[in-house]
């Protein structure tokens, strides 16, 4: 079935449920097929390989495969074991115990031990974007043996066992941690070690991963596959001929033009599949900074608001195949998003208003101000949005220009210089509110230097109050209402304005089989995917 873009941001709209159907096309191998190289994309190259101090989403896409987390999610978003066979958590949610894996090791031989596990959650309560909260409520990790760790908590946190797979909560070796007061600059990062189903071997800064199979992994027999390569290729077209050559076998986070998408569903090897994202819809934002002299007003951002058409966002950046998202939840997570959201309609005669209000009248020129907009480098979408601000907000009289930069100067620029306007990005929700969103809105997450953050430097006491009610209300009505809120406030204050939610495509080769077998896609070990032969 061919599902058409505006079918498709129909039922989109109407439904949390995929609507790119996983391929199915060969028939599955009786049983899984060992050996191979699966050439992976990952784009843009990932500024670090672990996890632990980072939530890029290209580090995500690498991290989990080296290093596991205590459990990983089905799609169903069912706990599944990884490094913890058993867990429990106490009638009061004040008490988390994991039963560990025994004859667990790391890559360099070293035993696997509660420590790890209680030296890890410690420091992502510290140096996570998101752990700051959902390990908030830690008092402390108890090791009563080598082989079970107890996480007790001050105060509830109802969202902490669906954050605990790799890519989102890593388990990362004490003894090589062990002193360090950077964890984001640890050498590990660089050439980590883990104990996942792959070992590092190589990173070649510019080109390409090298990740081999892990002949003493604890799931026997597992992984499949003898070498995991992960390519960086900048160029999007230079991406879509890597696909359609084989030079690359599967590509998540929609690595081709969205203008190429029908066409490569109709391919004869290739296919277009839209699951392993709902763990986290992305949500795409213009983040404002709160500090800059003209951002600073409310006037200004409410006209920006009015000057811009989420809609035709949708159609002239993603084609057809987003849809607009007025409330910092997307409109994927149904459990928490409110439809009844408060939206500035699009009005460019109101903004011209507001923006004349605030003190900014048009000069002979007829511009207003001039302001820069840094294009975040992670695809040729945020360039497409950016051409669209550019060109809106020129027609209220205020003049954009759009900055380039690679993934570093980016990330330095806006959380540690603070040498920005407004960016756009897109940012995961994760399957909770308290996890994915608090973030970039909690004013204790203000920090410099902290990445994927709260950029904007918002702070208001009211929101603050309210996700940390959340954060530890176990009555999940109260949660919503808490949330529904939140949504109203962001929305009147607008430290930043919601564009489009969007769910990320994975292209891949029909001869891969058991890719996506996790909630959170290819962020997942890939141990149980292999390659058909002959297909």
Do not use: C
Request: proline content about 7%; overall charge neutral.
């Amino acid at each position: 079935m061919d599902i058409r873009r505006r079918q498709l941001n129909q039922i989109l709209a109407l439904s949390a449920v995929g609507a790119i159907l996983p391929f199915r096309g060969f028939a599955q191998a009786a049983e899984p097929v060992a050996g191979g190289t699966l050439n992976l994309l990952v784009q843009p190259e990932p500024p670090t390989l672990v996890t632990l101090a980072h939530t890029a989403g290209p580090t995500t896409r690498v991290s989990g495969k080296v290093t596991e987390g205590l459990l990983a999610y089905g799609l169903d978003f069912k706990p599944i074991p990884q490094l913890a066979t058993e867990w429990h958590v106490s009638d009061d949610g004040l008490e988390y115990s994991f039963k560990l894996r025994e004859g667990v090791k790391w890559h360099d031989g070293k035993d696997f031990t509660s420590e790890d596990v209680a030296f890890s959650i410690l420091a992502l309560k510290e140096v996570h974007p998101r752990g700051r909260a959902t390990f908030s409520s830690v008092k402390e990790v108890a090791t009563p043996d080598p082989h079970t760790a107890i996480i007790r908590l001050s105060k509830p946190a109802p969202y902490l066992i669906g954050a605990l797979q790799a890519s989102e909560s890593p388990i990362v070796p004490k003894h090589v941690y062990d002193g360090t007061k950077d964890f984001a600059a640890h050498s590990n990062g660089r050439a980590p070690i883990g104990t996942g189903p792959f070992i590092f071997r190589e990173w070649a800064v510019g080109s390409h991963i090298i990740l081999d199979r892990n002949p003493d992994y604890w799931d026997k027999g597992k992984p499949y596959l003898d070498r995991i390569v992960i390519k960086f290729i900048p160029d999007a077209s230079a991406r879509l001929a890597a696909l359609e050559t084989g030079e690359v076998d599967i590509a998540p986070d929609t690595p081709v033009s969205l203008s190429e998408i029908d066409r490569l569903k109709a391919s004869a090897t290739l296919a277009v599949d839209d699951r392993g994202n709902d763990y986290s819809p992305t949500v795409y934002r213009i983040e404002f900074n709160l500090a800059n002299d003209y951002f600073k007003h409310d006037k200004v951002r409410q006209a920006v608001a009015h000057a811009i058409d989420r809609q035709k966002i949708a159609d002239i950046a993603f084609y057809g195949y987003a849809v607009p998202a007025p409330s910092p939840i997307s409109p994927f997570l149904k459990a928490f998003y409110n439809p009844d959201v408060p939206v500035y309609a699009y009005d460019p005669a109101k903004a011209e208003e507001l923006l004349d209000e605030a003190g900014f009248p048009r000069r002979a020129d007829g511009i207003r101000f001039e302001v820069p907009h840094d294009v975040m480098p992670y695809g040729d979408t945020y360039t497409r949005i950016g051409n669209y601000l550019r060109d809106a907000l020129s027609k209220i009289g205020v003049k954009v220009s759009l900055r380039g930069q690679d993934v570093p100067t980016w990330l330095k620029r806006v959380y540690t210089d603070r040498d920005f306007a407004f960016v756009t990005n897109g940012m995961g929700n994760t399957f909770d509110p308290t996890i994915g969103v608090q973030r970039l809105y909690w004013s204790k997450n203000f920090k410099k230097g902290v990445p994927f953050s709260n950029g904007s430097g918002y702070n208001n006491p009211e929101i603050d109050a309210i996700f940390e009610q959340a954060a530890v209300e176990n009555d999940h009505a109260k949660r919503v209402e808490l949330f529904n809120r939140m949504q109203v406030i962001i929305a009147r204050d607008l430290p930043d304005i919601t564009l489009v939610s969007f769910r990320q495509l994975t292209i891949f080769n029909k001869k891969v089989q058991d890719h996506t077998v996790v909630a959170d896609g290819l962020s997942g070990s890939l141990s149980s995917t292999y390659i058909l032969k002959n297909a």
